[in-house]
């Protein structure tokens, strides 16, 4: 069975740094691409990046290109995602999700497994 879990989260001053680790487990983790998303109070959950299996392909939303780093360490089976200036827009609960593909996407439907989330906050 396919588990995937979230740390990291917390509070974060406006411009500080935060880093989000979430550990796989029951999956060859090489073959599947990550993703990180987010969800605000009484808000759609978004797309924020991704990576590819090998960790050679990454995308970001536009909103957190060159603040928000994902890298992967598939001997530890983990995922992370690397904050940097934090806005107070990044105040979110943070999911990782994972999907049996080579292939990147940003849609929540193309992800087959999700983890419980972890909350950020970024205080003004």
């Known amino acids: 069975q396919v588990q995937l879990v979230e740390s990291g989260g917390g509070l974060v001053q406006a411009g500080g740094s935060l880093r989000l680790s979430c550990a796989a487990s029951?999956?060859?983790?090489?073959?599947?691409?990550m993703g990180w998303f987010r969800q605000e109070t009484g808000k759609e959950r978004e797309f924020v990046a991704s990576?590819?299996?090998?960790?050679?392909?990454?995308y970001y939303a536009d909103s957190v290109e060159g603040r928000f780093t994902i890298s992967r360490d598939n001997a530890k089976k983990t995922v992370y995602l690397q904050m940097n200036s934090a806005k107070v827009e990044d105040t979110a609960v943070y999911y990782c999700?994972?999907?049996?593909?080579?292939?990147?996407?940003?849609?929540?439907?193309?992800?087959?497994?999700w983890g419980q989330g972890t909350q950020v906050t970024v205080s003004s």
């Open positions: 999700a994972a999907r049996k593909a080579w292939a990147l996407r940003t849609g929540t439907a193309d992800y087959e497994f």
């Open positions: 029951g999956v060859t983790f090489v073959g599947y691409a």
């Open positions: 990576i590819s299996g090998t960790g050679l392909t990454t």
